[in-house]
C-alpha cells in the first residue's frame, strides 16, 4: 500500500481532493465554523487524482508500505460570508486566492449564494441603466 504524505503548510482545505477521490476515502466535513479534511494514512488504489487537482501540489505518494491506522486529519478555520453570515470557506483559500488575485473586487467574502445575488442584482441594475432609450421608442 502507498503511504499518503499531505503538506500542512501548503494544504488550503479547497476539498478538491475529496471531489476528485475515486475510493471515496478523503473526506470532508464543515462543523462547528471549522472545515475538516481525512486522508487514510495509506491507499491501496493505483490512481493519482487527489495529487493531480491539488492545486497547492499540497499531496505526495511514498512507496514504502504505510505504517500506522489513524487517519491523517487537517483542520481548518472558516470564514463567514460577509451577506448572510454562512461559514463557507477556509481562511487559507481566501489568503490563497489574495495572493494570487489583484482585482479588489474579488476580495469581496460572499458565498456562493450570496455571490450568485449580487451578480443578478447587478445585471438588474445594468439592464436598467444600459437600456438604450431609442429602441425602447421604437417598439
Ligand atoms: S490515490 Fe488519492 S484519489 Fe486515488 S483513491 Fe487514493 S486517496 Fe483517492
Ligand atoms: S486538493 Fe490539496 S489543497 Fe485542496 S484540500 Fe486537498 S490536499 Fe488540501
Given at each position: 500500500m502507498?503511504?499518503?504524505?499531505?503538506?500542512?503548510?501548503?494544504?488550503?482545505?479547497?476539498g478538491?481532493?475529496?471531489?476528485?477521490?475515486?475510493?471515496?476515502?478523503?473526506?470532508?466535513?464543515?462543523?462547528?465554523?471549522?472545515?475538516?479534511?481525512?486522508?487514510?494514512?495509506?491507499?491501496?488504489?493505483?490512481c493519482?487524482?487527489?495529487?493531480?487537482?491539488?492545486?497547492t501540489?499540497?499531496?505526495?505518494?511514498?512507496?514504502?508500505?504505510?505504517?500506522?491506522?489513524?487517519?491523517?486529519?487537517?483542520?481548518?478555520s472558516?470564514?463567514?460570508?460577509?451577506?448572510?453570515?454562512?461559514?463557507?470557506?477556509?481562511?487559507?483559500?481566501?489568503?490563497?486566492l489574495?495572493?494570487?488575485?489583484?482585482?479588489?473586487?474579488?476580495?469581496?467574502?460572499?458565498?456562493?449564494?450570496?455571490?450568485?445575488?449580487?451578480?443578478?442584482?447587478?445585471?438588474?441594475?445594468?439592464?436598467?441603466?444600459?437600456?438604450d432609450?431609442?429602441?425602447?421608442?421604437?417598439?
Amino acid at each position: 500500500m502507498r503511504e499518503i504524505s499531505v503538506s500542512v503548510e501548503d494544504c488550503i482545505g479547497c476539498g478538491a481532493c475529496v471531489k476528485a477521490c475515486v475510493g471515496g476515502v478523503v473526506t470532508i466535513e464543515d462543523r462547528e465554523g471549522r472545515r475538516y479534511i481525512t486522508f487514510p494514512r495509506g491507499c491501496e488504489e493505483s490512481c493519482v487524482a487527489c495529487e493531480d487537482v491539488c492545486p497547492t501540489k499540497a499531496i505526495s505518494f511514498h512507496e514504502e508500505r504505510a505504517t500506522g491506522d489513524s487517519p491523517i486529519e487537517l483542520v481548518f478555520s472558516l470564514v463567514r460570508c460577509e451577506r448572510c453570515g454562512a461559514p463557507f470557506t477556509t481562511e487559507r483559500i481566501m489568503g490563497y486566492l489574495e495572493s494570487r488575485l489583484h482585482d479588489r473586487r474579488s476580495r469581496e467574502c460572499l458565498c456562493p449564494t450570496c455571490r450568485q445575488h449580487r451578480l443578478c442584482e447587478a445585471l438588474r441594475g445594468k439592464g436598467e441603466e444600459g437600456r438604450d432609450p431609442r429602441i425602447h421608442q421604437e417598439r
